[in-house]
Each structure stands twice: as structure tokens, then as C-alpha cells.
């Protein structure tokens, strides 16, 4: 309640009189009218009237009903969950469906939540000799309501992470497809675009594997994060904190929201990473643009190696050009200095003839100078050893050979 002060002597001033306060009744429409209305008739509690409302969904459980549709037990730390901390449990372990999560259809969730009814009614319990507790029901409800509630359904699965499969360990050995395909194929029921292509498995081509991570590469989730929201009080009075509780909501469901987007692109680049196939891709384009590249070089070395052996051949032909040029110098020089000592041989074979000295070395020099190299080698070949006057009859005989006997003074 406002007070206004008595007099304007704090600076106040009315601008007209206020008008009596009216009460009027406000009552809530549609289906929580019917709610409302039938809570009052009856003067029913909210308790009440929640286990009254899942009596009437309690027909009876039919017998061919599936056996594993809400028969699942549930764990002493679940069956004693604060029911104020509804949020937190999970779900579908307490409609025993856990199995199935997600998966689970409107009417497999009506006949587990039948089954759970009658298995956790608290008058069931008073009647068994148990301590009347209802927590775990109210639960019971909770989730019921919440899971045939598609909205709300939604933002529950967008936060169960019971129903997430983990990727295998890092840098542990296992086998690619079996480990990775349920981890895309969890995930890929959030996807907003549809269906999301599979993994594949090692036969899988190019094409479908490129398809595969560009479609991941892009993947548009529609998970929420408003199940983790803090509640907003109900009361009107402060509506600053309202305001406030409110702001920290949806920043908290961005911030959420960003790591989930990061934790899609981590899981997928993970996996681009450590695919066999990819790596097998890459060694083929590699060798593929080495055998192009030799290909495009070919020609290139064929002119080198054309080049190089043309001046490889080159180089031999003259290095055997200069040893040719070397070896004729030689061959002459050695023709020289035999041609030099075969006339040596010759003028000492006269040195102890008998008879005019300057006359028998100027004949012996007009012979020499009368003979070729063959006729040389042939004249030292047939003097032989022979010296002096014995030689005389060839000297004589050579002379005529050569035709220089008219100017012969002694061989004549």
C-alpha cells in the first residue's frame, strides 16, 4: 500500500482525487478455466486434483500392452527427487521409457505413464502399509504433462543429455563407422533443414563424403535452452527483479546456444580429421597432381636429357679430336726421330769404310736425301749390322735403286 504524505509541505500536490478502489474478479479462460472451475466446485487442492485428473487417465493396462513400456525401476536418488527440482530429473527414466527417450511415441507415453500411476499412486502406497509421499508422483505428472506437450517436449530434448552419444576417446584405436555413426545420427535429429545425410561407410565416394561434411558444415540446429531457465517469480510487486530474471534467462540460453553451435563444429572438424577415407582422398589427389606434373615436365626433361647428350657428345668428339691431335703429333715426332735414327744406322755403317772420307759421307747424304721413309726403313732393315767395306754392295745397290748412281763419287 502507497501512503501519501498529509500535506504538500514535502513538496507534494495532488493533481486530481483518486478514484475508490474496485475489486473485480479475474478467472482464467480456456482449458485452465475448466481446471480452475473444477478445482473450486469440488474445493479440490492442487494435489487433489492432479491425482484425481491421472485416475481418470488409469483406465486399466491392456495385456498386450508392451512389457518394457514404463517397467523400468527406478533408482532410490530419482524416487526421492524434490519434486521442486522436477527440472532436473530426467524425464524419461521416470515415465520408464528411458530406453526409448526421443524415440518415444504420444501413445507409448500414455501407456508408460498408466503404468507408472498405478505403480506410484500414493493411495496405492497408504494401502500397501507405506508412508503416504506423493513427490514422486507430482513428478510423475510433471513429466507426463511436459512430454505430450510438443513444445515442451523439445526444449526438454534439447537439454537431455542421457540421450547424447559421446565421440570415442582421443587418439584411441576403434573402428571409424561404428563409432562415429550413432554420434551423427543422435545428433542429426536436431537438425532444422530435415533429414541429415549419413555417414556412410568405407565404399562410400567422394561425392557422398564431400556432401556428407559440407551438409554438417552448415548444420542449423533448433535446440532451445529455455528448460534451464530460472523461474520467474510470479509476483508483480518487483518487477525490476522480474525484468532481471528474465535478461539473465536469455542470455544464458545465447551463451548455451553458442557453445552447443561450437560443440557441433569441434565434433565435426574431429571427425573430418580422423576419416580414413578422407586421408585416403588426399594420398589420391596428391598422387594424381604429382603424375600431372611429371606429365607437364616430360617434355621439359627430354630436351635437358637431349641437351645433355648432345653435349656430352660433343665434348667426346673433341676430347677424341684432341687425343687424335695428340697422338698424330706423337705418331709424327716418333716418325721423325725414327726417321733420324735410321739415317744415324745408315751414315754409321760407313764410318769404318775405306777410301776418300767427304767423298763417301756427301754420296751417303745424297741416298738419304734420295729415299723415302719406306725406302729408309727398308735400306736400315737390309744393312742389318753389316759395317764398313761389307756394306759397300748395298750402298751401291741402293744408289742405283734411287737413281743417284751418276752422282755417286763412291757408290757407283
Known amino acids: 500500500m502507497i501512503v501519501l504524505p498529509a500535506s504538500n509541505s514535502e513538496g507534494f500536490s495532488a493533481v486530481s482525487a483518486y478514484a475508490e478502489p474496485i475489486r473485480r474478479p479475474i478467472e482464467p479462460v480456456g482449458r485452465y478455466f475448466l481446471a480452475h472451475a473444477s478445482r473450486t466446485l469440488r474445493g479440490h487442492t492442487w494435489s487433489e486434483h492432479e491425482k484425481i485428473e491421472a485416475e481418470k487417465n488409469v483406465t486399466k493396462v491392456e495385456e498386450n500392452e508392451d512389457e518394457d513400456l514404463g517397467d523400468e525401476e527406478q533408482d532410490e536418488e530419482l524416487l526421492n527427487w524434490d519434486p521442486r527440482d522436477w527440472k532436473e530429473a530426467d524425464l524419461y527414466a521416470v515415465l520408464g521409457i528411458s530406453h526409448l527417450r526421443w524415440r518415444a511415441t504420444e501413445d507409448q507415453i500414455r501407456r508408460a505413464h498408466r503404468k507408472q500411476v498405478l505403480k506410484h499412486h500414493p493411495d496405492k502406497k497408504s494401502a500397501s502399509g507405506g508412508l503416504e509421499q506423493d513427490g514422486f508422483f507430482k513428478i510423475i505428472q510433471k513429466a507426463f504433462e511436459t512430454m505430450l506437450d510438443p513444445t515442451q517436449r523439445r526444449q526438454f530434448d534439447s537439454v537431455d543429455e542421457n540421450a547424447d552419444v559421446l565421440p570415442p576417446p582421443a587418439k584411441s584405436q576403434y573402428d571409424f563407422y561404428e563409432a562415429w555413426g550413432p554420434v551423427f545420427e543422435a545428433e542429426s535429429r536436431f537438425s532444422k533443414k530435415g533429414p541429415m545425410p549419413p555417414l556412410g561407410n568405407a565404399d562410400s565416394t567422394k561425392e557422398e563424403v564431400d556432401n556428407f561434411y559440407s551438409a554438417w558444415g552448415k548444420f542449423d540446429s533448433w535446440k532451445t535452452f529455455e528448460f534451464k531457465d530460472e523461474d520467474v517469480p510470479d509476483d508483480t510487486a518487483n518487477r525490476d527483479h522480474k525484468r532481471y530474471i528474465e535478461r539473465k534467462n536469455i542470455s544464458n540460453r545465447k551463451k548455451l546456444k553458442q557453445e552447443d553451435n561450437k560443440r557441433i563444429i569441434d565434433l565435426v572438424e574431429r571427425a573430418y580429421s580422423e576419416d580414413p577415407r578422407i586421408k585416403a582422398f588426399k594420398e589420391a589427389i596428391k598422387k594424381e597432381k604429382e603424375r600431372k606434373k611429371w606429365e607437364r615436365e616430360a617434355g621439359s626433361r627430354q630436351a635437358a636429357e637431349e641437351a645433355a647428350k648432345k ?102
Open 311 to 412: 653435349k656430352a657428345e660433343e665434348e667426346a668428339a673433341a676430347a677424341a679430336a684432341a687425343a687424335s691431335k695428340v697422338d698424330k703429333k706423337k705418331a709424327k715426332e716418333a716418325a721423325k726421330a725414327a726417321k733420324k735414327k735410321n739415317k744415324r744406322a745408315i751414315r754409321g755403317a760407313t764410318a769404318d769404310m775405306s777410301g776418300d772420307r767427304g767423298a763417301i759421307d756427301a754420296d751417303v747424304e745424297d741416298i738419304l736425301e734420295a729415299l723415302d721413309d719406306e725406302k729408309l726403313v727398308s735400306f736400315v732393315s737390309t744393312l742389318g749390322s753389316k759395317t764398313g767395306d761389307s756394306a759397300k754392295a748395298d750402298f751401291v745397290a741402293i744408289a742405283n735403286e734411287v737413281g743417284v748412281a751418276g752422282k755417286m763419287r763412291v757408290f757407283k
